[in-house]
């Protein structure tokens, strides 16, 4: 015959699932959850900026070229004509006083007891390399950056010189301190011909080239219209321009 006996030992202090056992665990809980959603947060932020930074470059890119565009059409049609264009540089007016609205031109430097070496200055914008090239050939409805076309009733955006968006480029060239060029250019008669007659000068071009939000239709909004202040980018470029021969 088998018999059982039982036994009870004390239990030892602190075993078994104790209240302050309880609390680090929710405490450990907690702070891994808070970690987690910290982590998350800075995926999330991180993704959102990368897509910021991918716009803004874009845009800087976009700009860039506009203001490379607005230089060469500039140049190109001053060198169409750079007798009459130089006469038009020769004939624009002086300032009367030298105060910062009195120059014609952003190019020409001001500061109070300064005067310039030179106040000549021709702008060339959008609108007059966009009418040259009407005037030389182009259909009448040219457009230097074709607009994005966007259907109203499906939604459907066919992309423009710019892309897809409702922006449009815009540029103005400056055409400011004009000297000679003392050395003719490469190939041209130095000392003896009928070439060695012949004048030569270079002028400064300053582009400033600009994104600004547009309508459907890829017009530009206007000046004081709220949108422009989400103007995206401005760039401006130099060029030292040698023109000639002229009289």
Same mark, same amino acid.
């Given at each position: *015959?088998?018999?059982? &006996?039982?036994?009870?030992?004390?239990? &030892?202090?602190?075993?078994?699932?104790?209240?302050?056992?309880?609390?680090?665990?929710?405490?450990?809980?907690?702070?891994?959850?808070?970690?987690?959603?910290?982590?998350?947060?800075?995926?999330? &932020?991180?993704?959102?900026?990368?897509?910021?930074?991918?716009?803004?470059?874009?845009? *800087?890119?976009?700009?860039?070229?506009?203001?490379?565009?607005?230089?060469?059409?500039?140049?190109?049609?001053?060198?169409?004509?750079?007798?009459?264009?130089?006469?038009?540089?020769?004939?624009? %007016?002086?300032?009367?006083?030298?105060?910062?609205?009195?120059?014609?031109?952003?190019?020409?430097?001001?500061? +109070?007891?300064?005067?310039? +070496?030179?106040?000549?200055?021709?702008?060339?914008?959008?609108?007059?390399?966009?009418?040259?090239?009407?005037?030389?050939? +182009?259909?009448?409805?040219?457009?230097?950056?074709? %607009?994005?076309?966007?259907?109203?009733?499906?939604?459907?955006?066919?992309?423009?010189?710019?892309?897809?968006?409702?922006?449009?480029?815009?540029?103005?060239?400056?055409?400011?301190?004009?000297?000679?060029?003392?050395?003719? %250019?490469?190939? *041209?008669?130095?000392?003896?011909?009928?070439?060695?007659?012949?004048?030569?000068?270079?002028?400064? +071009?300053?582009?400033?080239?600009?994104?600004? %939000?547009?309508?459907?239709?890829?017009?530009?909004?206007?000046?004081?219209?709220?949108?422009?202040?989400?103007?995206?980018?401005?760039?401006?470029?130099?060029?030292?321009? *040698?023109?000639?021969?002229?009289?």
């Amino acid at each position: *015959m088998v018999t059982a &006996r039982s036994s009870h030992l004390p239990r &030892r202090p602190g075993s078994g699932c104790q209240p302050s056992r309880r609390g680090m665990t929710i405490f450990v809980v907690m702070l891994v959850i808070m970690m987690l959603t910290a982590v998350g947060i800075f995926a999330a &932020r991180s993704s959102q900026l990368g897509v910021s930074n991918s716009g803004r470059y874009r845009a *800087m890119v976009q700009t860039h070229f506009v203001a490379e565009a607005g230089m060469q059409g500039a140049i190109a049609e001053f060198s169409r004509d750079p007798g009459g264009y130089l006469t038009m540089l020769h004939a624009s %007016p002086s300032p009367t006083t030298a105060t910062a609205t009195s120059y014609p031109c952003f190019d020409i430097p001001f500061r +109070a007891g300064l005067t310039p +070496a030179s106040t000549l200055c021709l702008r060339l914008g959008y609108q007059a390399v966009q009418s040259a090239a009407v005037v030389s050939g +182009a259909p009448a409805a040219f457009k230097l950056f074709s %607009p994005a076309v966007v259907d109203g009733t499906t939604g459907f955006t066919a992309p423009g010189s710019l892309g897809r968006g409702n922006i449009a480029g815009n540029f103005m060239v400056e055409f400011t301190d004009e000297r000679p060029l003392d050395v003719p %250019p490469p190939g *041209m008669a130095i000392s003896k011909g009928p070439a060695a007659s012949l004048k030569f000068v270079t002028i400064t +071009a300053r582009a400033m080239g600009q994104i600004v %939000p547009a309508d459907n239709s890829g017009v530009p909004l206007p000046v004081l219209s709220g949108t422009n202040m989400y103007v995206t980018s401005l760039e401006t470029i130099r060029a030292d321009v *040698m023109v000639g021969p002229v009289l």
